[in-house]
């Protein structure tokens, strides 16, 4: 299934780039999930789910995936320099995230220095509300 199985849970997650947009993480077993906010957006999470689909065509099965994470960056933290072909190029990775998230915070002049020296490996983000949506990514058959 293509789209996200929500549940809330309560987690702590991990700052990795402070700024005008924040990136969280969380890291459970082998999975890594990330989180962003800014200042108009609360903490959401960046939507990616791996799924098995029929192949109609060839009747075998192929891994897709939803790459939501992508329309919501677009739409929420891209500055004026920011490429449609940059977002498309983006990976659901750590390094990649992190690298997009310091780049946006940098060029905001909002704060007037740049954010992205901010980040702190060790700092942790724990908020308290009934719950964090987050999504599961189970693989079943289609």
Same mark, same amino acid.
């Given at each position: 299934? =293509?789209?996200?199985?929500?549940? @809330?849970?309560?987690?702590? +997650?991990?700052?990795? /780039?402070?700024?005008?947009? !924040?990136?969280?993480?969380?890291?459970?077993?082998?999975?890594?999930?990330?989180?962003?906010?800014?200042?108009?957006?609360?903490?959401?999470?960046?939507?990616?789910?791996?799924?098995?689909?029929?192949?109609?065509?060839?009747?075998?099965? =192929?891994?897709?995936?939803?790459? @939501?994470?992508?329309?919501? +960056?677009?739409?929420? /933290?891209?500055?004026?320099? !920011?490429?449609?072909?940059?977002?498309?190029?983006?990976?659901?990775?750590?390094?990649?995230?992190?690298?997009?998230?310091?780049?946006?915070?940098?060029?905001?002049?909002?704060?007037?220095?740049?954010?992205?020296?901010?980040?702190?490996?060790?700092?942790?983000?724990?908020?308290?509300?009934?719950?964090?949506?987050?999504?599961?990514?189970?693989?079943?058959? !289609?």
């Amino acid at each position: 299934n =293509r789209n996200p199985d929500w549940r @809330e849970e309560t987690i702590f +997650l991990k700052v990795l /780039v402070a700024g005008d947009a !924040t990136l969280y993480g969380y890291t459970e077993g082998n999975t890594n999930r990330y989180f962003y906010e800014t200042k108009t957006i609360p903490t959401e999470q960046l939507i990616y789910v791996k799924f098995i689909q029929a192949d109609k065509n060839e009747g075998a099965e =192929r891994i897709s995936e939803n790459n @939501e994470y992508k329309q919501q +960056l677009f739409r929420n /933290v891209k500055s004026e320099g !920011t490429t449609e072909k940059e977002i498309l190029n983006l990976k659901y990775k750590k390094d990649d995230l992190t690298e997009y998230f310091s780049k946006f915070n940098n060029i905001t002049p909002a704060s007037g220095e740049e954010s992205g020296k901010r980040t702190t490996k060790s700092q942790f983000y724990i908020k308290i509300t009934p719950g964090v949506s987050i999504v599961s990514a189970s693989m079943k058959n !289609t």
